[in-house]
C-alpha cells in the first residue's frame, strides 16, 4: 500500500509564511503527479497547486504568492506559502497519483490532511 504524510500546518498572521511538506511511502513503481489541494468547510476540495512532470498549475488565487516543489529522490512534496491571507485557511490535503507496478493503472492517494489557519 502506499501512504501520503503531511506535515508543517499551523497557525500564522497574515503576510507570514508556511511551508508544507508530504511524503509518499510504501509501494511505489512511478509517481505520476503529485499536488496540494485544500478544502474548507461545507465547500469541495479544490486543487491549490500540483506538478505533473516539470509542469506546474497554480489556481489564479495563490499565484505569485505559493511555489510547489518535489524531491523526487525523497517521494516527496513541498508546498511554500507566501503572503498568507486569511482566506488561504483550509485543511491542506497532499495528493498523489502513483503506480505500484509495471503494467498496472495509476492510483489516486490523499494525505490525511493539516490545518492551515491565517489570521487577521
Known amino acids: 500500500q502506499v501512504q501520503l504524510v503531511e506535515s508543517g500546518g499551523g497557525l500564522v498572521q497574515a503576510g507570514g509564511s508556511l511551508r508544507l511538506s508530504c511524503s509518499a511511502s510504501?509501494?511505489?513503481?512511478?509517481?505520476?503527479?503529485m499536488g496540494w489541494y485544500r478544502q474548507t468547510p461545507g465547500t469541495q476540495r479544490d486543487l491549490v497547486a500540483e506538478?505533473?512532470?516539470?509542469?506546474?498549475n497554480y489556481v489564479d488565487s495563490v499565484k505569485g504568492r505559493f511555489t510547489v516543489s518535489r524531491d523526487n529522490a525523497k517521494n516527496t512534496v513541498y508546498l511554500q506559502m507566501n503572503s498568507l491571507k486569511p482566506e488561504d485557511t483550509a485543511v491542506y490535503y497532499c495528493?498523489?497519483?502513483?503506480?505500484?507496478?509495471?503494467?498496472?493503472?495509476?492510483?489516486?492517494?490523499w494525505g490525511q490532511g493539516t490545518q492551515v489557519t491565517v489570521s487577521s
Open positions: 495528493n498523489a497519483r502513483i503506480v505500484q507496478a509495471y503494467y498496472t493503472p495509476a492510483q489516486q492517494y
Open positions: 510504501g509501494r511505489i513503481f512511478r509517481i505520476v503527479n
Open positions: 506538478l505533473i512532470g516539470d509542469s506546474t
